[in-house]
């Protein structure tokens, strides 16, 4: 069964609309996929929802498709973010698919005083984003945000959001009970692979919409930490949790 390619467009959609495709899209769908006119595919964005769409036209100056029908409405993800200290290249790109598939609203990198890459290729940043939603079929797309330093991010953090960050030392040695009491919106914060210093985790500690959890006794990398706590976070929190 041949399955229906799935794409992200920044395009309006509704059923009857035409859209002309950007060339990079064109090219998999014509160069790559092989597909010609009157094959299906599946478009979605943030402000429209999901459609089921066909080819129309296929050239090599154009391609384009018609929108048919809606088929899933917009679905944002329940309202966690994912805050990090960036990494370098492939480990960066792993652990923002990662954030994508596992229900995380936006993403922050957040420069602390450990952090070895400060500079952010957000292009880089918002493509995998992209990729990984067309295909752990989300009709949404995680907001990136620019960076920010950690006393910044503090000091203009939102009333009502509760901060999540992982230290080996939290007072309460079970990550699912010391999230009990927490709900949405809220955000988790993945430090550097040296960890935070014991200025930022005084500072952290010192703030009244902060909980520390443990990630239990192995210390992980970074990109190991941030599947762990977002996991927990959609389990007790988020889409994954079930009040009995």
């Known amino acids: 069964m041949k399955t229906t390619p799935r ?3 920044d395009a309006a959609l509704g059923a009857g609309a035409e859209v002309e495709l950007p060339r990079e899209q064109a090219h998999y769908l014509t160069g790559v ?17 999901e459609f089921l769409a066909y080819l129309t036209t296929v050239s090599k100056k154009q391609v384009s498709l018609r929108c048919e029908r809606l088929v899933a409405d ?8 994912y805050i990090f ?11 923002v698919q990662k954030a994508t598939e596992l229900g995380a609203r936006r993403l922050r990198p957040v ?8 500079r952010v290729n957000l292009e880089r940043m918002t493509a995998n984003v992209i990729e990984a939603a067309e295909q752990c079929n989300l009709v949404f ?19 009502g959001r509760a901060l999540i960050y992982c230290d ?7 990550p699912i009970v010391a999230l009990k009491p927490l709900k949405a919106p809220a955000a988790v914060l993945i430090g ?37 706590a977002l996991t927990l976070m959609q389990a007790c929190l988020g889409d994954w949790h079930h009040k009995s």
Not at 111 to 118: K, Y
Request: net charge negative.
């Open 192 to 228: 550097p692979e040296g960890g935070f210093t014991i200025e930022e985790k005084a500072h952290l500690k010192s703030l009244p919409f902060v909980t520390a959890i443990s990630l239990g006794p192995r210390i992980m990398r970074a990109d190991t930490a941030a599947v762990a």
């Open 85 to 95: 200290a960036p990494l370098k290249h492939a480990r960066l790109d792993y652990v």
């Open 141 to 159: 797309v995680p907001e990136v945000h620019e960076p920010l330093k950690l006393p910044k991010l503090l000091g203009e953090w939102e009333e």
């Open 33 to 49: 996929l092989r597909l010609s006119s009157g094959d299906p595919v599946s478009v979605f964005n943030t402000r429209d929802g």
């Open 168 to 174: 080996e030392t939290a007072a309460i040695a079970n």
């Open 7 to 9: 794409i992200h467009l």
């Open 74 to 81: 917009v679905s944002p993800p329940p309202d966690i973010d």
């Open 111 to 118: 420069i602390t005083q450990r952090t070895i890459a400060e």
